[in-house]
């Protein structure tokens, strides 16, 4: 029995402590034979390189498992060879890197962007209005900068375009967009969607359902949900609220319930999914000014183009009323005025017109427009001339008409133009033959004094 | 009928997949995302009796020669255009490599085999021999040239003819 042996004699070693040569050189003999062995094994061992690849991975995983020691110690031969590597030729570990970090640093890139830029433009906008002192207080109170918190309530967006995608194929379902041109080449976009999906899909490896969720493009972003078997895309301009996705994912389940059939046994006849339209439709949602917080029921965008409504007939009806005045005033004082009667006159937005008869010796209606703050270009006047037979016009007329010399007087009585003070003969003589011809004046008179 | 199928563009590097597909239709998008992503997409109507046909093909990219291809691609396709180029003979064992690769991702799809650069024939390295013997593994084949334009509309015409009697 061995084991009995031995261990009666560990014993006695252990007891007697070397005190007994014959046992220890006995104790040294086995012990040296059980490392010769295990000498040998590892010896084995490390001569046969498979061997050692083979007990690595699991010392690896079994170091790794239980504390970092392994990671520590392999770290810096690790790093080494990164750093070789990438010495030798920088191309490889960049391309290695690149589906996993390209796609990462231009979303961040143009998230950063679009956050700055819409950040700068509304705090331009708002820092003098109420709103942005309200949003002043509350970036105090939060600690957050103020164009954070302008953005945070201010989501401007505009849902554009919504592709409808049988997920398996790529293929193009059915389409929907806020202008009603069709978009011709929405087929190849979808495919072009879906096989970005699926280079993701590849490119991160991950779990089988890891999915792309959007895309962004300078400020139009992509936002895309899965059911089963389709997919929703919608194209975005602006920043849309996260919750603008329950509203996606609601219109993808409710086509993958509707045509549940119809996606499983797909052959590329699309007009099967016509129907789903108004679904899709309904996803072309936009929002303008603040989302998010109702903070302040008073600005809703309704409440804003009320309000621009009311202000603008307030505006409008005070002009109104001003230029109604300042209209009958100019058309009593035309009225009033000898030589001109109004026949027509008409008010428009923002041209009046004016008809009627004038004198040749009433004054001018035009040069009356700037007295009652109009432009000539303001009115359209129309003046059909005419003889005005009132006793005033008649003198008027046969002193312009008949140019007596300033020894001779004319005037009109009833009629009869008379004629006081001196003149040559020849003067008379024509001027009582032109005065007979003229309306308003039925006998020419001489006084001689 | 309307409708639309996925057509995939297969073999290895520079046989002329991407010549073949520009010359079946206008493109109108850079490459240059080819390069990046490993599939550019075009799409053709094709009119097959009553059908009206709108192929979606998706032109994938082999890498350095050895021609390994997103299996995500594949998905979806009706069909596929095996192209070998007739100036290089590791373009017939690629082939070969290819046709096995999608049978198991995808299963069999119908697909027509393309023997392009037909107008070079002071350069061919695959032998008339080598070609008669394909027929053993029942592939329709034809010869085409992106170049010169043989076969290029009838190579997508037939496919589609073969894809419509698949349904
Ligand atoms: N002579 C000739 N050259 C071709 C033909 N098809 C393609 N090429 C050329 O072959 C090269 C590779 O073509 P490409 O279409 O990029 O191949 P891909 O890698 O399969 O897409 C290009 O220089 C083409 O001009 C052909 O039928 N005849
Ligand atoms: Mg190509």
Redesign the interface.
Same mark, same amino acid.
């Given at each position: 029995m061995p084991s009995g042996t031995l261990q009666k004699e560990t014993a006695e070693v252990s007891s007697e402590n070397g005190e007994n040569p014959q046992f220890y050189s006995k104790t040294e003999e086995i012990l040296e034979k059980t490392n010769a062995d295990a000498l040998s094994e590892i010896r084995k061992i490390l001569v046969q390189p498979e061997e050692v690849g083979e007990v690595l991975p699991s010392a690896f995983q079994k170091s790794s498992k239980s504390d970092k020691k392994l990671a520590e110690a392999t770290l810096p031969i690790v790093e080494e060879n990164i750093r070789q590597s990438v010495q030798r030729d920088p191309k490889i570990l960049a391309e290695a890197l690149f589906p996993v970090i390209g796609p990462a640093i231009r979303k961040a890139i143009a998230e950063a962007l679009g956050a700055m830029v819409q950040s700068l433009n509304q705090t331009l906008e708002q820092s003098v209005s109420p709103k942005g002192l309200r949003w002043r207080i509350e970036a105090w109170q939060t600690g957050k900068p103020f164009g954070e918190i302008v953005m945070l309530n201010t989501l401007l967006y505009r849902v554009e375009q919504i592709f409808l995608i049988?997920?398996?194929?790529?293929?193009?379902l059915q389409y929907a967009a806020l202008d009603s041109e069709e978009n011709k080449?929405a +087929?190849?976009v979808s495919?072009?969607l879906t096989?970005?999906q699926?280079?993701v899909? +590849?490119s991160f490896n991950e779990s089988e359902d890891a999915t792309l969720d959007a895309l962004r493009v300078r400020d139009l972003s992509v936002w895309v949900e899965h059911s089963p078997d389709a997919i929703l895309a919608a194209v975005i301009r602006g920043n849309a609220p996260l919750t603008l996705r329950k509203t996606f994912i609601e219109a993808i389940e409710r086509v993958q319930f509707q045509y549940e059939n119809e996606l499983d046994n797909f052959?590329?006849?699309?007009?099967t999914f016509e129907p789903s339209k108004p679904i899709l439709q309904e996803c072309l949602q936009m929002q303008v000014g603040e989302e998010g917080k109702p903070k302040s029921k008073i600005f809703t965008p309704f409440n804003f183009l009320a309000g621009s409504l009311v202000l603008l007939f307030i505006i409008g009806g005070f002009f109104f009323v001003r230029d109604y005045r300042r209209w009958s005033n100019y058309l009593e004082r035309l009225d009033s005025e000898p030589g001109i009667v109004v026949t027509e006159t008409k008010r428009g937005f923002f041209r009046h017109e004016v008809e009627g008869l004038r004198d040749e010796m009433a004054v001018n209606p035009e040069t009356l427009l700037a007295e009652y703050g109009y432009e000539p270009s303001n009115v359209k006047s129309n003046w059909k001339g005419y003889q005005d037979l009132s006793p005033q016009f008649v003198l008027e007329r046969a002193k312009k008409i008949l140019n007596p010399p300033p020894t001779a007087q004319l005037s009109l009585e009833d009629g009869v133009l008379i004629v006081r003070g001196t003149a040559e003969n020849s003067w008379y003589l024509e001027a009582r033959n032109i005065a007979k011809g003229m309306a308003g004046i039925s006998k020419f008179k001489v006084v001689r004094e | 009928?309307?409708?639309?199928?996925?057509i995939c563009m297969l073999g290895a590097t520079g046989v002329g997949k991407t010549s073949l597909v520009r010359r079946f239709v206008q493109s109108?998008?850079s490459e240059k995302y080819h390069t990046t992503?490993?599939?550019k997409?075009?799409?053709k109507t094709v009119n097959i009796e009553e059908n009206e046909?709108?192929l979606?093909l998706?032109d994938l990219q082999g890498e350095d020669g050895t021609f390994k291809i997103?299996p995500?691609?594949l998905?979806?396709?009706?069909g596929y255009l095996l192209v070998i180029d007739l100036t290089r003979h590791e373009t017939l064992v690629t082939a070969f490599s290819i046709q096995k690769m999608v049978e198991r991702e995808v299963g069999k799809l119908p697909f027509l085999v393309l023997l392009n650069k037909n107008d070079l024939t002071e350069d061919f390295e695959i032998t008339d021999e080598e070609i008669v013997d394909l027929a053993q593994y029942d592939w329709k084949i034809l010869r085409s040239s992106a170049k010169d334009g043989e076969n290029v509309e009838e190579a997508f015409q037939v496919l589609t003819k073969e894809m419509l009697k698949a349904?």
């Open positions: 049988h997920k398996k194929t790529g293929i193009l080449d +087929d190849m495919a072009m096989a970005i699926d280079f899909h +590849d052959r590329g006849e699309t007009k | 009928m309307l409708l639309q199928k996925k109108i998008y992503l490993g599939v997409i075009d799409k046909v709108t979606l998706w997103r995500a691609f998905r979806g396709a009706s349904i």
